[in-house]
């Protein structure tokens, strides 16, 4: 079946220490997404890929970096400089940036401090 | 600027029940209208979609949505709760037009079904 993989399901940082977060995805979708989820806060968009070797940046880009060498590869690195990184991490794909298309999600990451 | 705002951020039935859980968006172009559910621990699924043609929205597990632009809104309603929709649920709006395909989600409703 098609979909997206994320991995992996729990993680941890220390402190002062870059970590990344996996997503791949076999739906042969050219548009990827990153978002960070909060309690209560629903869902809020870190980064965004519409093709291979392009991505922009989301709402809250400060503290993350992605990069997209494959087309069904987007991976996600939490820096040290992102100072509140706990939360649950989900990437999205859908076929194209265009608006009517539905994104499909992966299960998602959750990421704690140690 | 677009935005959407779920109505009640928790929502409490009876099995058996009618389900109701609201969302209200504001967008200056004819918008693209989404529900998502999340069950704990795992990623959004996709309710139903509405893009254009019938206001009238129906998608899985029985649930369906109404979009009413007089109103902007696009509720959620299911005519009788089963304990397996315990869950939370999103409300996203998208420009209607563009090559955006950004997502703008409200804060969520977590709805539980009381047996």
């Known amino acids: 079946d098609g979909g997206i993989t994320q991995s992996p399901k729990y993680l941890f940082r220390k402190e002062g220490q870059n970590v990344t977060l996996s997503c791949e995805q076999n739906l042969n979708h050219d548009a990827m997404y990153w978002y960070r989820q909060d309690p209560g806060q629903g869902l809020r968009l870190i980064y965004y890929?519409?093709?291979?070797?392009?991505?922009q940046k989301g709402d809250i880009a400060e503290g993350y970096s992605v990069s997209r060498e494959k087309k069904e590869s987007f991976p996600l690195t939490v820096t040290s400089a992102q100072k509140n990184p706990t939360a649950f991490y989900l990437c999205a794909s859908s076929l194209n940036l265009y608006s009517n298309q539905p994104q499909h999600f992966g299960d998602g990451t959750r990421l704690s401090i140690l | 600027a677009q935005s959407v705002t779920q109505l009640g951020s928790h929502v409490s039935v009876s099995e058996g029940a009618l389900v109701l859980l609201r969302c209200n968006y504001s967008?200056?172009?004819?918008?693209?209208l989404f529900w998502y559910v999340q069950y704990p621990n795992q990623g959004l699924q996709l309710l139903l979609k509405y893009t254009t043609g019938a206001t009238l929205v129906k998608g899985i597990n029985g649930f369906e949505a109404e979009f009413k632009k007089s109103e902007t809104s696009f509720h959620l309603t299911k005519p009788s709760a089963h304990m397996s929709d315990a869950a939370e649920y999103f409300c996203?709006?998208?420009?209607?037009?563009?090559?955006?395909?950004?997502?703008?989600f409200g804060q969520g409703t977590t709805l539980q079904v009381k047996p």
């Open positions: 967008s200056s172009v004819p918008p693209y």
């Open positions: 890929s519409q093709i291979v070797n392009d991505f």
């Open positions: 996203a709006v998208v420009h209607g037009s563009g090559n955006t395909g950004k997502l703008i």
